[in-house]
């Protein structure tokens, strides 16, 4: 009986696994070397050229060099299990690893704090996108119709994976800050605060913020709130009466937009105004009577609360954004402009931009006069979106083809 040595070809479950382990020595390897900075994104249009160039490589070496072991090997079912449990342990070590950057020491040095950046997640990815292109390739040529479903599946997850790891580079999440009435910007930032320049200019028209009414609650002297069960928080309306700590509560006047004048509130609609109640408590115990006006504050009003006992005051919480959104004008390169709603999860698209709302100035609160948007840029989303549609129409043709083969032999 003959004994199968080590790296001894044809290569099995051993010797892919033991490139696999080798690929993730190597990178963390790398990365120490290189202090754990990780790899920079591929940009246009080199990664244009790397995909290109990959793939050629693999179809070349298919049709020319098919007889070669590590060609065949490449297109062996262990080579194909191997990178996928080597993927699968990086994608395991990123969820067991805290992924901030901003560490320091032998994780970081491995590139375990920023996996999706280092070295050893880099060849992972290519070892994954080689073995599937030849997986690929070789069920492709020379095409049989059979094999329309596995093409499909396997061409489209090479695609959506290609697209994704080459297209890093060329993806851009910024932020712009807009000011009211101010002149058209061009330019946003990246997350290290890098000036970008845009196809497309902005202009801030007008910032619309709407609250849910506040809440009222009650805390002690240490600002801890009171709770009896589920109870702590009691959201404002006209009339509104409840129980709570002994004491029965009643709304006398609610304000949704008032200021100071003197000793109480009025209704007045301008900058810096903030909600108000008057309120009326009685303690069911000790017949104490109490009343008052209580606010949240703003920029321009101080917060005002209910002295109930010398532990305990009546508050209003901050309200909550209901909804918040900007009116913006835009200006293209060739000249197109039209205004635009940008709400919170209601994003637009301009040219090659999603524009999102993401904040405003929280001091002024309904009174802010700046927007924060963030832009997000993609243009290899498409691609990936092929690559997802090919994995379905593959799954869908798989499953009919199966339906009709059952249906077939039940006859």
Known sequence: MLIRRFWQMPWGYKESFAV?????????????????????????????IIGVALLQACILSHLFLRKNNIVKWLSSVPAAIS?????????????????NDNLNGIIKNLGLT????????????????????FVSI?????????????????????????????????MRNLKMNLVKNKEFTNYAFSTNNQPFQLGVALKLLEFTLEEYPAKLAIIDTTWELKKEGEKGVFM????????????????????PSAKLVGDRFVAVNDIGTTQSVKVSATNRKTNKKVSG?????????????????????????PPVAKKYQSKVVYLTKDGDSDTIDIEVNKPQKVGTWEIYQQGYNDELGK????????????????????????LMAGAVHIFWIGKNKSGKTQS
């Open 20 to 48: 696999a382990g080798g690929l993730l020595v190597s990178g963390m390897a790398i990365e120490a070397a290189l202090g754990g900075v990780g790899v920079s994104a591929i940009q246009s249009p080199n990664n244009i």
């Open 83 to 99: 990178a996928i449990v080597l993927i699968t342990v990086l994608v395991l070590l990123m969820g067991l690893t805290p992924q």
């Open 367 to 390: 009174w802010s006069n700046t927007s924060l948007l963030g832009l997000v840029s993609d243009p290899w989303l498409p691609i990936v979106y092929i690559g997802f549609y090919m």
């Open 293 to 317: 006006w209580v606010t949240c504050g703003s920029i321009l009003v101080e917060p005002k609360a209910l002295s109930l006992t010398k532990e305990n005051m009546l508050v209003m919480l």
């Open 138 to 170: 070789k069920r492709t040529i020379p095409f049989r119709k059979k094999n329309i479903g596995f093409m499909l599946n396997h061409w489209g997850l090479w695609i959506s994976i290609s697209a994704a790891v080459l297209g890093a580079g060329d």
């Open 114 to 133: 920023h996996l999706t950046s280092s070295w050893v997640f880099a060849l992972a990815q290519l070892y994954f996108i080689v073995v599937l292109g």
């Open 236 to 255: 404002i309306r006209d009339s509104l009466k409840f129980h709570f700590m002994d004491w029965d509560f009643s709304v006398d006047e609610y304000l």
